[in-house]
Every structure is written in C-alpha cells, then in structure tokens.
C-alpha cells in the first residue's frame, strides 16, 4: 500500500501533467482573435463549440490584457459584421502570424481591405448565407410599420385607456407599391417575397437584371431613382456602402418620396441621412421609417429618431437567428481554416 504522503505527491504530479498535456493540446490549435463575437449579446457563447473544434478562441478583452502572451499566435481575426472592433494598421503590426480576417455576414464596408490585404492577409465573408434572414427582416419591419405592430403591443402593454386610438391605423400592404433599392441577392430575395403580398414591384440598381429573372418576380426596372421614390409606398434600401451610395438618401430624396411612403432600410445607416430623415419626419413628408441600421450602432437612447412613434430602430438584427448565424459561423471556420492551411478561400474578397 502507498503511503498517504506518495499518494498525494503522485497525485499531485499526474494532474500537473495532464493539465499541461491539456494546455499543449489547447495551444496546439492555431488561435483566432474573437471580435465582438464575445459582446454582451453572447453570440459567441452560442457558437464556442463550432470554433473550439478547430481553433483556441481569444476574446478581444483578454488579448488587450496580454498582447505579449497572444500576438505571436493568433493566426486570423473573427469579426461580426460592422459592429466589431477596428482592424487597423495597429493591430495587424501587433500579430505578425494573421493570416485571414473573417468576417461574418456579406457587407464588408468596415473592413479596410487594401490596408488589410498589404500584410499579406486575406479577408473573408459570408455571401449568400445570409439573403433570407436579411429579406425576412426586410419584409418584417415593412409589415411591421405599415400594421404599426410595435405601437400595438405598447398599447396592449401600457395603455392607460381601453380605447385604440384612431391613429393606430395602418396602411396596406397588399396591392400597394414597393421600392426596392439595391438588387442584389438580398434585393430579388424581397421581391420575391413581395409578389406574395401582390404588392407592385419597382427597383433601382446599378445595373438592369435580365428580362427573365425581372419577370419571375413581377419586378420592374426604373431608370432613376427619382422614379422609383416618386412611385413607391414604401421604399426598401438594400444597396452595400460605398463611396456612391454614401448618404444615397438625402434631403432631396425625402422630397420626392410621397407623403403617405415609408422608408425602410436595412443596409446601412450611412446611406440615409439620418439628420435629413429627422427633418422629413418632423415635416411629415414620409409616414414612417422602420430601420434595421443606423448609425452608429446602437442609437444613443435620447437620439432623436427614437422619439417619433412611428419609427421603429432595430440594433441590426438582419441576420440574427440561430439558424443562419450557426451556418455564417461554420462558414467562417472553413475560410479561417483554408487561409491558414493554405487551402483555396471559398469567399475571399479582393480589394
Ligand atoms: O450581412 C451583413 O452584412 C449584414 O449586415 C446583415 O444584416
């Protein structure tokens, strides 16, 4: 029999090594800077099993505490869509291993991919995975404003009355004209939505789509963009940012739009002016506006677009549901783990 003193020493020894035998595997993984996938959302909580099979996630928070333990070993950047930190010239000189930034979800306006792609880095997207969730959001919030949704709850909630005020009716939906600005993926995947509500279809976009695919969508092409916003009861933008869709819709634009329209925008904050937005409220040139983006993100609490009722502000949530963010962060993994190994990207993007 050992003795209580061997037990305990051998004891001692074999969980010494079994923890550094743990801490080898562990360091073994190559490691990924977790960006905003870590924030107070708990994103990154949902998905930390999908990640942890192939990589040693550091969250920002720790990496800023312990640069020195981490930056040689961090071989790509996991960010989350605009939300995330900046990947700037300092910090890609502090992690001389990177080799991918990738980001979950399609727009990559955040991203400054020539500076990123000079040290010799890759940066990645999520194309394609997240049209449906975008377009259901598209559709939701236009529902949700035209039926006043919100306003209906907070009635249902709070109402210091039983009497529905005459100002909580609506506008239809059905047989009323949509604008759809951007006809991308997202663009098509919302008039295809649309012609099951019989709504009439117009779009705008850099360029014309083929005959065939505007017709299966009952969708119809206009040559300007006054057109569109001069035709449309609710305008939709979809259009990515850039430096031509910088603040598309402007002061000039709200005067154009009929006063009964609202505008929805899920793309992003920037390409509406905001302050002019608050003025064409304010005038009571459009009926509403229900937006997924704004900016910045998330609107202070006292800005003003919070205090019309019939505005509604999403913390842009396009993409946000289990499903699709499983399938962005999955296809993440593949385009970490193909940068890293030298493999083809599946959705790189080049500046
Ligand atoms: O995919 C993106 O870029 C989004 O912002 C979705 O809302």
Redesign the pocket.
């Known amino acids: 029999m050992l003795s209580r003193q061997t037990h305990d020493s051998r004891l001692v020894q074999a969980t010494s090594r079994l923890r550094s035998t743990v801490a080898q595997v562990v360091m073994e993984k190559p490691c990924i800077l977790a960006t905003t996938l870590g924030a107070p959302g708990g994103i990154y909580k949902c998905f930390e099993p999908c990640i942890e099979k192939h990589f040693t996630i550091i969250p920002y928070e720790r990496f800023v505490q312990r640069k020195e333990d981490f930056a040689d070993k961090i071989q790509a950047v996991f960010v989350w869509?605009?939300k995330a930190i900046n990947v700037d010239q300092n910090l890609l000189e502090s992690l001389p291993k990177l080799k991918a930034v990738v980001n979950g979800?399609?727009?990559v306006d955040h991203l400054d991919i020539p500076l990123i792609n000079s040290f010799g880095v890759k940066v990645t997207n999520t194309p394609g995975i997240?049209d449906n969730a975008?377009a259901d959001i598209g559709m939701s919030l236009m529902l949700a404003s035209a039926r006043k949704i919100v306003e209906g709850h907070n009635f249902s909630k709070f109402r210091e009355s039983d009497y529905f005020p005459e100002s909580s009716l609506g506008t239809d939906v059905s047989g009323s004209t949509l604008g759809i600005i951007g006809m991308g993926r997202i663009g098509y995947k919302i008039a295809k939505r649309a012609q099951g509500f019989e709504m009439k279809i117009l779009y705008y976009n850099r360029n014309r789509r083929p005959e065939s695919e505007e017709r299966a969508v009952g969708a119809t092409y206009c040559a300007s963009l006054k057109e569109l916003l001069q035709r449309s009861d609710f305008v939709m933008v979809v259009v990515n940012l850039s430096p031509e869709t910088h603040k598309l819709i402007g002061a000039k634009e709200f005067a154009m739009m009929k006063p009964n329209s609202t505008l929805i925008n899920?793309s992003r904050g920037l390409v509406v002016d905001q302050d002019a937005l608050v003025d064409a409220l304010q005038k009571k040139m459009i009926r509403a506006a229900a937006l997924?983006v704004t900016y910045p993100e998330p609107l202070p609490r006292d800005h003003p677009l919070l205090s019309f009722p019939n505005v509604i502000v999403l913390p842009?949530v396009?993409?946000h549901t289990v499903e699709t963010s499983q399938i962005m962060v999955e296809r993440m993994v593949t385009n970490a783990l193909a940068a890293i190994t030298g493999g083809q990207l599946p959705d790189e993007i080049k500046a």
């Open positions: 869509g605009p979800g399609v727009g997240v975008t899920i997924d842009h396009g993409t």
